[in-house]
């Protein structure tokens, strides 16, 4: 069964610090692995995402992704955020296929101080 | 570009009622999910449907149930409501042979 941890449940930092989302994830077969984001009162937004290919993968708004098969780690990470990046960071991984339901991890805090 | 809708966005029930929410995936997309996102925490797969059919089916209660349509669109039918079913309930549509899950707003459920 797949699973996905992530490490810390909050992550504070002051504007234009870099910041590192911490995301492991288990699974028996090949996956894909998303992160989403999630402001407060609304839905799920797609950041970034990794099916294949290149392992550094970018997204929206700056942020960017590594996969490590070896360490089955897909950490998020910005050189210098902004306090519009506080939110809910949750992620996600699917086996693919049609019934590809999303495993998503406990989420992570990004408290964004001035 | 057109996303996912949801409706309502926000419904109010007493215990044991009935409620239905609707779901309008992106048009073209053939495979609609849903989620269960209790406050505070992660959302959980419900259930899903690739052309109309069940595909999978997660920790859905058995008072709920789904379905999807000929035009795609789906609705969760969710009866005897409890207290616990307080949650903000996520649809998410894709295309099949793409991977990526597009979600809508969601509906936020309080159940008194």
């Known amino acids: 069964a797949q699973s996905v941890t992530q490490l810390d449940s909050q992550v504070p930092v002051f504007e234009e610090a870099p910041v590192e989302l911490r995301c492991n994830y288990s699974?028996?077969?090949?996956?894909?692995l998303f992160w989403y984001v999630q402001y407060p009162n609304q839905g799920l937004q797609l950041l970034l995402k990794?099916?294949?290919?290149?392992?550094l993968v970018k997204g929206i708004n700056g942020f960017e992704a590594e996969f490590n098969k070896s360490q089955t780690s897909f950490h998020l990470r910005k050189p210098s955020v902004h306090i519009s990046d506080t939110a809910e960071y949750f992620c996600?991984?699917?086996?693919?296929?049609?019934?590809?339901?999303?495993?998503f991890g406990q989420g992570t805090t990004l408290q964004v101080k001035p | 570009a057109a996303g996912v809708i949801q409706s309502p966005r926000h419904l109010i029930k007493e215990k044991r009622e009935t409620a239905t929410l609707k779901c309008y995936p992106i048009?073209?997309?053939?495979?609609v999910y849903w989620y269960q996102q209790g406050p505070g925490q992660d959302p959980q797969f419900l259930i899903s449907?690739?052309?109309?059919?069940?595909?999978d089916k997660g920790s859905i209660p058995d008072r709920f149930s789904a379905q999807q349509f000929s035009d795609y669109h789906s609705e969760l039918n969710m009866s005897s409501l409890e207290l616990g079913d307080s949650a903000l309930y996520f649809c998410?549509?894709?295309?099949?042979?793409?991977?990526?899950?597009?979600f809508g707003p969601g509906t936020r459920l309080l159940v008194l």
């Open positions: 990794y099916l294949s290919g290149s392992t």
């Open positions: 699974s028996s077969v090949s996956v894909y």
């Open positions: 449907f690739y052309e109309k059919m069940q595909s």
């Open positions: 048009p073209r997309h053939d495979t």
């Open positions: 996600a991984v699917s086996e693919g296929g049609n019934t590809g339901k999303l495993i």
């Open positions: 998410a549509s894709s295309l099949t042979g793409k991977e990526t899950q597009y």
